[in-house]
């Protein structure tokens, strides 16, 4: 059983202890000196993880699993877990950043237990170090209502260590341009998912801020390729850079803008996807 599968167990079981002993005394439970540390983290972690919001079991929004075994293997699957952290952390901090505290918060502890946690064993097989505590660091200045200039160095540091994280990925015959734009468009279909489920079923900021994470993950992952792409595969760069455009009209930054078209949204994000999986 993963490590932190049981650290977030043990936090569960603690919460009702450590938040007694933390009102108790008027102390913040992270910081409390009454608690032993591995117990403040836990019961910080515990208290953010629980519950979802929107973001649907069922597998109808853009969030998906993660195979563990899967991503050991493939580079695309492995890339595509990093980006989905990375997604959580870009959107977290929009929301931090624009006074969405709580939201931005639970955004940050959801990128820890949705793929971290499924992923924490993969890592450490493959030498990833310091991804966790990266992240849990980010979750607890989050967590502790920090100035938003240190959750920024906080998450900052989440994707310097995702960048190392990638480095230590599986290999396959595609080449690493092939797998960049495989994840890109990974992130495309799963913000478009995103996209109508928000505008369908649920408007909360919560599901709104998965979406544009998604979004957000693809441009990012974008910028490093799209010139070389052009060089490759003009067809492939060009369904990417549709489907980006969209993505930036559903997703125009934490404030939403007019209702895109999702129909076209889709079908964009599935051309891109198909473009990206025909190249090699």
Request: charged letters at 20%.
């Amino acid at each position: 059983m993963k490590t932190t599968k049981i650290w977030l167990g043990v936090g569960v079981a603690i919460v009702a202890g450590a938040s007694s002993a933390a009102q108790a005394e008027n102390l913040d439970p992270l910081n409390s000196t009454s608690i032993n540390a591995p117990a403040a983290h836990s019961f910080v972690l515990a208290q953010l993880i629980r519950g979802e919001g929107g973001e649907n079991e069922s597998g109808e929004s853009g969030e998906g699993g993660i195979d563990a075994a899967a991503a050991d293997k493939d580079p695309v699957k492995y890339g595509i877990a990093l980006q989905v952290i990375a997604a959580h952390y870009y959107a977290g901090l929009a929301a931090y950043e624009a006074g969405e505290k709580t939201a931005g918060t639970q955004m940050f502890a959801h990128g820890f237990s949705e793929v971290y946690a499924e992923m924490e064993e993969v890592f450490k097989k493959r030498g990833v170090k310091d991804l966790g505590a990266k992240i849990e660091a980010a979750i607890a200045a989050a967590n502790k209502n920090a100035p938003a200039p240190e959750v920024r160095k906080a998450v900052e540091a989440v994707q310097t260590a995702l960048a190392g994280a990638e480095k230590a990925g599986p290999k396959s015959a595609l080449s690493a341009l092939a797998v960049k734009a495989q994840v890109i468009a990974d992130m495309l279909d799963r913000a478009a998912a995103q996209y109508v489920l928000t505008l369908k079923k649920d408007s909360t900021l919560e599901t709104y801020l998965d979406g544009l994470g998604f979004a957000l993950a693809a441009r990012t992952e974008a910028e490093k390729i799209l010139s070389e792409l052009e060089k490759s595969s003009a067809a492939a760069a060009k369904a990417i850079r549709a489907a980006l455009d969209l993505a930036s009209n559903a997703y125009p930054g934490l404030k939403r803008g007019a209702p895109a078209d999702t129909a076209k949204f889709l079908a964009a994000a599935s051309t891109a996807r198909i473009a990206a999986t025909n190249l090699r």
